[in-house]
């Protein structure tokens, strides 16, 4: 059992940059590929990354690659994702999850859920 909680969020300004966290409680969270999705008002919730157990590999939406990146500290039980020059696009509720593998980019591919930190992105 892993129970997740995202922070971090906030509003920014078009082009500037937030950081999330997703804190895990649970002795196996090493032992999961940790993902980041999200959720804007009226879409179905879309992968944005995901980086795999011991952190040596990573997976992108395209539209976040060279913008976003995940990483994680195993010893603090906690993923993040660096969001950089950020767009109005980019606004949504975000969720961390735990899954079985990086490369899996469906909801239903992943165990364990946060509640959500919204980020909002004004132009």
């Known amino acids: 059992q892993v129970q997740l909680v995202e922070s971090g969020g906030g509003l920014v300004l078009a082009g500037g940059s937030l950081r999330l966290s997703c804190a895990a409680s649970?002795?196996?969270?090493?032992?999961?590929?940790m993902g980041w999705f999200r959720q804007a008002p009226g879409k179905e919730r879309e992968f944005v990354a995901a980086?795999?157990?011991?952190?040596?590999?990573?997976n992108y939406l395209d539209s976040v690659k060279g913008r976003f990146t995940i990483s994680r500290d195993n010893a603090k039980n906690t993923v993040y994702l660096q969001m950089n020059s950020l767009k109005p696009e980019d606004t949504a509720a975000y969720y961390c999850?735990?899954?079985?593998?990086?490369?899996?980019?469906?909801?239903?591919?992943?165990?364990?859920w946060g509640q959500g930190t919204q980020v909002t992105v004004s132009s």
């Open positions: 649970g002795r196996t969270f090493g032992s999961y590929a």
């Open positions: 980086i795999s157990w011991g952190g040596g590999n990573t």
């Open positions: 999850a735990a899954g079985r593998s990086y490369h899996y980019r469906r909801v239903y591919e992943y165990d364990y």
